[in-house]
Every structure is written in structure tokens, then in C-alpha cells.
């Protein structure tokens, strides 16, 4: 007889766990849960990755804008208020002066060209006199910290007394709104996380009592025979967790090209071009290569992070959902 | 121990109507020392299988109190009264087998609700299924068994942990006379070695069989006690 022989340690611990009559497999059965819970993790992935988006876009956008001052000068060929240096040369002598300023760059005639051809087109020569642009960089480290946060109107006086009618534009103003819609666009980002794991949540907790109405007879009978609510809610929150773990796994994968392509598109308002996509991944180490430097590194974190949080909203939520039926039992 | 002080018992109230359930237990009391055998005496309806259900912590008693192997059931939390029913073993009239379950695995539940080694399970098991007759159909699922098999798998599965109270709801029924006769052998010698053993039963024979000490029930009353 089969139960006659001594089956192995493994053999017997598997048996003894399958053998109380639950059925799991039955109660949350291994296809419907991790289908959904999949579903879930790539909307909470394209969410997170909006929100690791616009979390970079932001930072980027204050850091840039805040540390730059546009300058123009115009008629910057007449004769400066001390000749013989042009309106010009005699805002940028000012210019190197000022404490904190990193780098002064005048835009030069194709610089300009190209920041003018969405109006005006391809034109190299202009029949009226541009003014002069000059982009004044501040260093890094510039602002609250060092006591030199430049001040566009304290610097427009002094560069009027040079070059009278200079006009000096803090572009951190524009930054900060910026930032401010890129905080909204994270903020969002986030509550659709939040959203999404909210419905987890309510999906896993529908499932669980399901399961629980489906093998409502052997629950009931265990606990008669002295099985206590945490052996019970712990029987089915690890196959939840497994399913839940297994399906955020799934969904993590399945969301990946769609992440690649984004971050793809995304790479210019965020930083230097992207290496270029080999044609065809030769192997794993070149598309994890690919992945880490195409996606950024808070948004891999994340996405591993996934399948475990999807794995513990599983598990919290089946605990709480079995201990509230079993309190119906006496 | 059992000891029963005043205990009336009413079922949840249930339907749309709201209407009250009757009251199944009125002002019972009543005590069996350690190792004491009762008979459980009354017509239907009188209010055995509901007295049955208090004692084997099935239900809290409406009003009363009630105290089992030395443990007091109303102030005592969740997890007390779950170690208190792995030492309580029941026979149910319907016998509650899990029909998905070999037999070896039904008969193995209270034991493996104890965590007990697997290899001391093995055995246990077998030498139960043997005394009941059953060494044979170990494999077997409930379902392919006649009744008085099943009722053997129940009895079996009652009383493999050897717990400290065992109750019965008509044990014999599904039984012939050579089976209810040995059930009954080993009731004795259960309640020889300490086991509280409490027997609802309608068979005039069997009682007369083995006279003992009686807890007679009629509307929800008890009406003798000796």
C-alpha cells in the first residue's frame, strides 16, 4: 500500500501541507489571480515610470533654468558709455565680474540663427540689428548656500550704467513653474500608483472570499478540529502572495518594451542622447546593458521592487480578509 | 472536566422577519469529572446536538458559564479556544469527512494540526485505520465508502490524538452490533485512562449494554442527571 512506505522528507513535508483538506489550489485557483494582478503591475509600472519621469523632468528643468540668465544687449555694435569698447564687449567685461558666474557665453550669429528660425527660417543675415544674447551660467553651488543667488534687477542696474537699455531675464522664474508642473505631473503619477494598488487590493480581497465560499465546509471543519486563524490565514495568504508575486513578475516583463520606448523618447528633454539600440540583443548581457542605459535607475528599482510589493499587498490583504471571515466562526 | 452553571443557549436570530430563535438550552448545569462517561438521553428536538455544539466550543452559551478541561470559555480569546479543541475529538451523526481527502489523510488531520512528525503520523494512522477495520481502504476517498465505513473513518479520526474529551453523536448508528460493540470497549478504555467521554445516543440497547451515569434533556431542560 502507498502509504505503507516511508516517502522522502521532501515528499512528506509537501504531503503533509496539501493534506488539510484546504484544496488552494481549488479556492485561488493559478491562472485568474495572476492574470490580473499582471494587468495591474504593468498599469503601476507605465505609472511609476510617469512618475520617475517627471521626478527627473523636474529636477532637471529648476536645476537648469534656475542657474541660467539670458542678457540682451541691444544695438551691441554702438559705442559703450565709456568707449572705445561696443555696448557688447562692454556688458560682458561687467559680466566677468560677477560672483558666482561660472560662464559667459554670447550666442554667436548661427546660434542665434537657430534659436530664430522657428520664425523667421533658415535666414543667415537679418536686415534689422539683433540685439546681442548672453547667457551668463552660475555655478552649481550659486544661490542660498553661497550668498550669490543673482539678482536680475540689481544686475540690470549695473549693466544699465554700461550699456543703457540691457535687459537681464532670470529664467529660474520659468523653471520653477517648470518644476511646479512636473511636481503636478509626479503627484498624479503617484495617485495613479495609488489607484492602482487600491484595486489590487479590492481584487485580491474578492478573490480571497471566493476562495473562501468555495471551501467554506473544510475551512469550517478544521477549525473545529483546533486549527487556529493564523495557520488558516496563513495557508492562503502564501498562495496569494505566490500568485500576486508571480503575477507582478509577469506584469514587470510584459510592461518593459513599453518603458524602453518611452524612456527612449522621453531621453531628450532628460538628458544627453541614448546609446543607440543594437539591432538585435545578441544576449541577456546586452539587453540588461541596454536596460540600464536606457531606463533610468530609480525606474529599475522600482520595477524589481514590483513583484515583491505585489507579492506583500497579497499577502497583507488575504491575512486581513481571512481573519475578518473567520471572526464569523465561533 | 465539563461544568456547566445556569447555561441557556438561543441559535442566532435569522431571516428577514427578525423573529427570534427559539431557545434550544434553558438554565442547564451539570459537571463530569476527568475520565467520567455520560450518556446523552432525550427525544429530538430536546436539545442534545445543540449541548453537543456548546461542548465542543461550536458556540458560545447565550448565558452561563461554562468551563472545559479547566479553561473558561466566555473571557477565553481565539487562539486559547483553538488549542483547547485540538484536545477535543468529535463523531459527528453526518461524520464530516472531507470527500477530497484519502482516508489515511482525513484520519491524519488532528495530528497534523498538532505538527506532529510525519513518520509518527504514518504510523498512528495505520494502527487506528487497523483497530477500525479500515487498514485496507487507507487510500481510499470517502465517497467510495458504505456508511459504516465512513462512520469508522469519523470514529477513527475522533480519537487518534487521544484527546481529552471525546463527544459522540449517535456513533453507532451506521454500526453493526460486533463494531458497536467494540466502539464501545474502547470508550471504556479511554475514560479508563482519563479521556471524558459524552455520547448522545436513542439506542435503548446499547445503553442497556453498558449502564452508566445519564444527562437526560427534554425541551431544552435538564431533566436527570444520575
Known sequence: ????????????????????????????????????????????????????????????????????????????????????????????????????????????????????????????????????????????????????????????????????????????????????????????????????????????????????????????????????????????????????????????????????????????????????????????????????????????????????????????TTQATVRAWLRTLP | MIRLRDVSFRYETAGASGAQAPVALRQVSFAVPQGGFRWLLGPSGAGKSSLLRLLALGARPTTGTLELLGTSIAPARRAALARLRRRIGVVHQDFRLLPDLPVFDNVALPLRLQRRPEDEVRDEVHAILDWVGLGSRAAARPPQLSGGEQQRVAIARAVIHRPALVLADEPTNALDEHQATRLMDLFRDLSGLGTTIVVATHNDALIRRRPAHALELAHGRLVRDG
Open chain 1, 1 to 316: 500500500m502507498a502509504e505503507r512506505a516511508a516517502p522522502g522528507l521532501l515528499a512528506r513535508w509537501h504531503r503533509a501541507r496539501r493534506a488539510d483538506g484546504l484544496a488552494l489550489r481549488r479556492a485561488l485557483p493559478d491562472r485568474l489571480l495572476p492574470l490580473l494582478v499582471a494587468a495591474m503591475a504593468v498599469l503601476a509600472a507605465l505609472a511609476l515610470a510617469g512618475a520617475t519621469g517627471a521626478a527627473i523632468l523636474s529636477a532637471r528643468w529648476s536645476a537648469g533654468a534656475a542657474s541660467l540668465l539670458t542678457i540682451q544687449v541691444p544695438d551691441p555694435d554702438a559705442p559703450a558709455a565709456s568707449p572705445p569698447s561696443t555696448r557688447a564687449d562692454a556688458v560682458l567685461a561687467a559680466l566677468a565680474d560677477t560672483p558666482g558666474a561660472s560662464r559667459v557665453h554670447r550666442l554667436d550669429k548661427a546660434e542665434l540663427a537657430a534659436l530664430l528660425a522657428p520664425w523667421l527660417g533658415q535666414a543667415t543675415e537679418f536686415a534689422l540689428t539683433l540685439p546681442a544674447i548672453i547667457e551668463l551660467h552660475m555655478a552649481a553651488e550659486t544661490g542660498a548656500e553661497t550668498g550669490a543667488d543673482p539678482d536680475a534687477a540689481s544686475l540690470a542696474r549695473r549693466l544699465a550704467t554700461v550699456a543703457p537699455g540691457t535687459l537681464v531675464e532670470r529664467n529660474a522664474e520659468w523653471g520653477a513653474r517648470l518644476g511646479r508642473l512636473a511636481d503636478s505631473l509626479h503627484g498624479c503619477a503617484l495617485l495613479a500608483v495609488a489607484i492602482v494598488a487600491g484595486i489590487a487590493v479590492v481584487l485580491i480581497a474578492a478573490t480571497t472570499r471566493a476562495g473562501l465560499a468555495a471551501r467554506r465546509m473544510p475551512i469550517e471543519l478544521i477549525h473545529a478540529m483546533g486549527a487556529s486563524d493564523g495557520y488558516i490565514a496563513g495557508r492562503f495568504a502564501r498562495r496569494t502572495a505566490l500568485l500576486a508575486f508571480v503575477g507582478g513578475l509577469a506584469g514587470s516583463v510584459a510592461a518593459l518594451p513599453l518603458l524602453v520606448l518611452l524612456s527612449r523618447v522621453a531621453a531628450p528633454f532628460a538628458q544627453a542622447a541614448p546609446s543607440p539600440a543594437p539591432a538585435s540583443p545578441a544576449d541577456w548581457a546586452t539587453l540588461l546593458a541596454l536596460l540600464r542605459d536606457t531606463l533610468p535607475t530609480p525606474l529599475i528599482v522600482t520595477l524589481l521592487a514590483l513583484a515583491p510589493a505585489a507579492a506583500t499587498i497579497g499577502w497583507l
